[in-house]
């Protein structure tokens, strides 16, 4: 077969995305550039290091970077205090002026010269030397024609006008960097505003900032600065030993958690700047100690003695780990004195909790917040003595911008009643059961029974494993009952509603218990039937335990497994909770919850047949810095809610394309030939998560090649259609109703005032802030719970199929109704939703905890570093095996 390079070549925007039958608010501002060039200079200074450290010394200041930061700022404005020049107070200047046409060149090598202007600059009583290199001269006419692709009739583009164009996202970092520069309307903080005036205090150690990042976006006929505002917890603790006190809740967890906490506490404090007493200069946390303070040693004595001798100081609870900084010290939690303002890491439990609450911010508040930035923006910008933004040709206006969106019509969902019925989701959510019974019948319908998943399993053998020592054999069998009752009135067929209960002592061998447990559930079953599945009562939210039930399950065991944590028993009766206990169950008994009425998913003898594709990497520290790859592909005529089954890869640490796709093609598609009589698939919608603009060329180019492969690889002359699409959430675009009318004013009126409500599931954007040569949207498919809705853009990157776009983007939503385990629509479509899930639980299908594999810790010297680095060379991309009674089955639900 013919091997086509097409990685540049993408898509082109439809003709149709300036239309719609509606229009949204977003936190984006239309930006103006005027000036045609941008000039970028490296700036270099000398003798800094010297007088940055004689001021920490002196001033005994604990916060090195903010120092320096403000030492070269106010450097540079001596050295160029005449000069149209925009500092970032860190490598680089900006000018919209040809700086450099009349400066000395200097040759950097036999090929190429450069300007350069060295000044001589006074502070303090120091000479510092302030070296100018022209580096970049961008061109304003570019970025313009970058905008405008939507408006050209130029097919799909190659090379530099491509997105991850090196030229485009140069002068876009250029443009954030003056702009983050010259509108220092708050306070600045690790090179982001934040606001310490209106701060929110805790009770956990911290108080919480509001963070505003500005970032330029290209869109469509329009640059736009994106004003992002969220909630950051800033530590208001004196040393480590405070602040974990404080997240924790009480003094008395630092001993009595040990192993929970320290994980999560880890990662909280990891990259924060601490002072300790044998550092002159503030050093970073690098992590925690993985023993107590009772077997750490420095030179052969306990480190109580050697802080007690060198520094006269109480090391203090020798039951707690203690910190090893980016030094390699080891050094106790009291005296690691924090620098004041620094943003803590990853939070977990109350902490977590705490920050949620807090910042949430309603549709009104948000639209509030924004407004009330951009005021302040555009106050600044025409000051000419606070800014320089608009002597760099800049415009920012003051009001948010308003983009053109389509509203998408919800799906029609397939049910099983006596017979296939048809039920019209009401865009939050839908009931199945005898509650969707009694809605018809309050409704005035016509009973016809309870309607119940669309495929039920049918369930002969299982049992209860309680590994829980808190629960009692009658709360047990109470959930059981329950949870049978639930099943019935969903058509899930539960043909043993008295399975055997066993429990297991905390210190017996578990791979032993569950075999016990799938004993009984055979012999209660008559010996016909091996145990279909085991639900297992798990004391807490140790993930040690649950990653050992699921690796066991999996690798060695061979049996479908259901873990419920000890606490919810208490909630047993909770519709919401055994519910989803009996969808999970369901789909992993190869049942469906409900099924798409779509014509592009139809199992019709006349319909194209189609397979949808998903795949996902996620990365770890975890287990010597591994990723783990996950794809998942339907196995059946109509992939809208039905049957999908997944593989598994280990790949080298940070690899985000995926390897070997060639083979998991080949064996998705005899998968789906065996499932649906001989039938292979003409059409793949292959949906693809986590790629950014840097990765896309790259990622494309791979996988979509060794797709290819893998078809040939069944049929040398076979080549289906294959679309490929890049769903992404990290980013910062939101969007609420917009307009002067009632589309504004949607939500409940209080005390006259209007209340924004969010968009509603459905909403598409395809202009605006878009990428305005390839074909992509901004797609809004759930109804939030809390705060903003967030939406999901999608970037289509191949399309062999030629679809209506129109056809493309319904597709998309209407598949985010059919996640199986939740009776409303989510956030994507539902198979990147499972290829997500099955890249946690891959993790535990490489038959080994985590702590059997070598991990480095960075106190342990050099030497740990080297064998680890030996070893990874060393591994191979390879598939991740599981059970074969799991194989083609939804066991990672």
């Not at 469509?220 to 994106?226: D, E, S, V």
């Not at 630092?254 to 044998?278: A, D």
């Not at 309607?451 to 808190?470: D, I, N």
Request: net charge positive; with cysteine.
């Amino acid at each position: 077969m013919e091997s086509h390079d097409e990685s540049t070549v993408y898509p082109q925007q439809p003709a149709d995305i300036h239309t719609g039958d509606t229009t949204v608010l977003t936190n984006h501002a239309i930006l103006e550039l005027t000036s045609k060039h941008i000039h970028v200079y490296k700036v270099e200074i000398t003798n800094l290091d010297a007088k940055s450290n004689q001021t920490t010394n002196d001033t005994g200041t604990d916060n090195r970077q903010v120092k320096e930061t403000d030492l070269r700022q106010d450097i540079f404005k001596k050295a160029f205090k005449d000069t149209l020049l925009v500092f970032d107070s860190s490598d680089y200047a900006y000018s919209s002026k040809n700086l450099h046409k009349k400066w000395p060149t200097i040759m950097e090598n036999k090929n190429s010269s450069t300007a350069e202007l060295a000044r001589t600059a006074t502070h303090d009583g120091h000479d510092f030397r302030v070296i100018l290199r022209h580096l970049r001269t961008y061109e304003r006419k570019v970025l313009l024609q970058h905008c405008q692709q939507a408006n050209s009739n130029t097919k799909g583009k190659k090379g530099d006008e491509v997105v991850g164009d090196g030229y485009i996202q140069g002068m876009l970092f250029a443009l954030d960097s003056i702009v983050r520069s010259s509108l220092r309307v708050f306070e600045d903080l690790d090179g982001h505003q934040v606001d310490p005036s209106n701060s929110i205090a805790t009770d956990r150690g911290f108080d919480i900032w509001w963070i505003h990042r500005l970032t330029v976006r290209p869109g469509c006929n329009h640059l736009y600065l994106n004003i992002s505002t969220r909630g950051a917890p800033i530590s208001n603790q004196p040393d480590l030993y405070a602040l974990a006190q404080q997240l924790l809740g009480s003094a008395q967890d630092l001993t009595q958690q040990r192993g929970g906490w320290w994980p999560g506490f880890e990662l909280t404090i990891r990259g924060l700047r601490v002072l300790t007493p044998e550092a002159t200069q503030p050093v970073q946390v690098r992590s925690l100690t993985r023993n107590t303070m009772h077997s750490c040693t420095i030179n052969g004595e306990s480190l109580a003695e050697h802080y007690q001798k060198t520094y006269g100081l109480d090391a203090g609870n020798p039951g707690i780990p203690c910190v090893v900084t980016a030094s390699g010290a080891t050094v106790p939690l009291v005296h690691c004195r924090l620098a004041h303002r620094q943003r803590l890491g990853v939070l977990e439990g109350g902490a977590l909790r705490a920050i949620m609450g807090a910042t949430v911010m309603p549709p009104q508040w948000r639209v509030q917040v924004l407004r009330a930035v951009l005021l302040k923006l555009g106050d600044k910008a025409q000051n000419q003595g606070l800014s320089r933004v608009a002597d760099m040709g800049i415009k920012i206006h003051t009001e948010p911008a308003h983009f053109p969106a389509t509203q998408l019509q919800e799906p029609k969902l397939l049910a099983q009643n006596s017979r296939p019925v048809r039920i019209q989701g009401s865009g939050r959510s839908w009931t199945l059961g005898p509650q969707q019974q009694q809605q018809q019948q309050q409704k005035g319908g016509k009973d016809g029974g309870a309607l119940g998943v669309y495929t039920g399993g049918q369930l002969y053998s299982w049992a209860v494993l309680l590994l829980a020592p808190q629960v009692a054999q009658a709360q047990a069998q109470q959930l059981v009952a329950q949870l049978t009752k639930v099943c019935a009135e969903l058509g899930i067929a539960v043909h043993n509603p008295r399975p055997p209960i066993h429990r297991c002592a905390p210190q017996a061998n578990l791979a032993q218990a569950m075999q016990q447990a799938i004993s009984l559930a055979a012999t209660t079953a008559g010996g016909k039937v091996p145990c279909q599945l085991l639900l297992c009562v798990l004391p807490s939210t140790s993930t040690a335990l649950y990653g050992e039930v699921k690796r066991l399950a999996y690798t060695q065991l061979g049996v479908q497994t259901q873990c419920l944590q000890a606490s919810h028993l208490l909630r047993a009766h909770t519709p919401r909770l055994l519910g989803m206990l009996a969808l999970k169950i369901n789909l992993k008994l190869g049942g469906t919850t409900t099924r798409l009425d779509t014509p592009l998913l139809s199992d019709q003898p006349n319909s194209v047949p189609t397979m949808i594709i998903s795949a996902d990497v996620s990365h770890t520290t975890e287990a010597g810095g591994m990723s783990v790859a996950a794809v998942v592909a339907s196995m059946d005529l109509c992939a809208g809610g039905g049957r999908f089954h997944g593989t598994v890869l280990q790949q080298p640490e940070k690899l985000e394309y995926i390897e070997n796709f060639d083979t998991v093609m080949r064996h998705a598609l005899r998968v789906f030939y065996r499932e649906t009589g001989g039938r292979k698939p003409e059409r793949i919608i292959y949906y693809r998560d986590g790629v950014n603009d840097k990765q896309m060329a790259v990622v494309k180019q791979l996988e979509l090649q060794a797709m290819y492969r893998g078809c040939a690889l069944v049929d040398p002359q076979y080549r289906p259609q294959i679309t490929l699409i890049l769903a992404r959430k990290r980013h910062h675009a939101r969007f609420l109703p917009g307009g002067d009318s009632e589309a504004e004013e949607a939500g409940d009126e209080a005390g006259g005032a209007r209340v924004l409500a969010n968009c509603p599931p459905g909403t598409v954007v395809t202009a605006g802030v878009c990428h305005p040569g390839i074909f992509s949207f901004f797609l809004l498919s759930h109804q939030s719970v809390h705060g903003v809705s967030k939406p999901t853009y999608y970037v289509v990157a191949h399309d062999d199929s030629q679809l209506e776009p129109e056809a493309l983007r319904t597709l998309t939503y209407h598949l985010s109704y059919a996640y199986g385990i939740t009776t409303r629509p989510v956030t994507m479509p539902a198979s990147l939703y499972y290829a997500h899930r099955l890249t946690g639980k891959g993790r535990l299908q490489l038959n080994h905890a985590f702590d059997e594999l070598p991990r480095f810790n960075r106190a342990s010297g050099a030497g740990s570093a080297k064998a680890l680095k030996r070893q990874q060379a060393k591994r191979e991309y390879y598939l991740v095996k599981v059970h074969e009674n799991l194989r083609n089955t939804m066991y990672f639900m």
